[in-house]
C-alpha cells in the first residue's frame, strides 16, 4: 500500500472487508468468529507503521518486534482505509477506525439510511465526519444524472461504477455515458 501510494501520488485508498465465507477461513487454519477482533487488531499496527520510526506488537493476534518500515506512504498513518460490510458491527468497525465506508448495490434511499446511522456512530466515538467518506457502487447500466444527484443529496460523497456481471463488451458505451453524466452542468 505504502509503494503504490508514493507511485499514485498519494491517491491510494485502501479498502478493507473482513469476509463473510467461513470456509476461506477454515481452509487458511484461522477461527471465522475472530475476523472482527483481527481487524481491529492490525489497523492501528498498519497506521504506526505508515507513520512511525519504530513499529511493535504484542497483541493477541499480532506479535511484531520492534522494526523500521520503509518506504512511508506520502500521507502516512492518514492514508485513507475503507470498510465494507453490512452489518451492525461492520458499521460501527468502519465509524471507528476507517476514512469511510463502501456500499454495495444500494439505492438512494438505503444509503441515506446507512448514512445517518454511521453519523450517530462518528458522534458516538467523538469523531466528525470531516475525514469520513462514503462510498457506494453503482451498476454501470444505472447510472443517470439523476441517480448521481440522487446519491449525492442521500449522502454519497463517491460512486464507484462496476458490476462483476456487466460484459467487457458493454464498457465502451458505459464509459461514454459516464463520461455525458459526469460533464453535466447539474452535477457541477
Not at 487458511?28 to 507503521?49: N, Q, Y
Not at 485513507?80 to 439505492?107: C, D, K, M, Q, Y
Not at 444509503?111 to 450517530?120: H, P, Q
Request: glycine share 10%.
Amino acid at each position: 500500500m505504502a509503494t503504490l501510494d508514493i507511485l499514485s501520488g498519494g491517491r491510494v485508498i485502501l479498502g478493507a472487508g473482513l469476509g463473510w465465507m467461513a470456509e476461506e477461513f477454515a481452509a487458511a487454519g484461522i477461527d471465522f468468529r475472530t475476523r472482527g477482533a483481527r481487524c481491529d487488531e492490525i489497523v492501528p499496527v498498519l497506521r504506526s507503521l505508515w507513520s512511525n520510526e519504530i513499529t511493535s506488537s504484542n497483541g493477541r493476534f499480532v506479535k511484531l518486534p520492534p522494526v523500521h518500515f520503509n518506504p512511508k506512504p506520502p500521507r502516512g498513518a492518514k492514508l485513507p482505509i475503507v470498510f465494507g460490510g453490512e452489518s451492525e458491527h461492520a458499521l460501527r468497525r468502519a465509524a471507528r477506525l476507517g476514512n469511510g465506508w463502501l456500499g454495495t448495490w444500494h439505492t438512494p434511499e438505503s444509503t441515506r439510511d446507512v448514512v445517518a446511522r454511521i453519523g450517530s456512530y462518528l458522534a458516538e466515538y467523538g469523531r466528525g465526519d470531516e475525514d469520513f467518506e462514503i462510498t457506494v457502487m453503482v451498476s454501470p447500466r444505472e447510472v443517470t444524472e439523476q441517480v448521481v444527484v440522487d446519491f449525492y443529496q442521500a449522502g454519497a460523497d463517491r460512486i464507484c461504477v462496476g458490476s462483476p456481471r456487466a460484459p467487457l463488451r458493454v464498457w465502451p458505451e458505459v464509459l461514454e455515458k459516464l463520461g455525458t453524466v459526469l460533464q453535466s452542468p447539474a452535477l457541477r
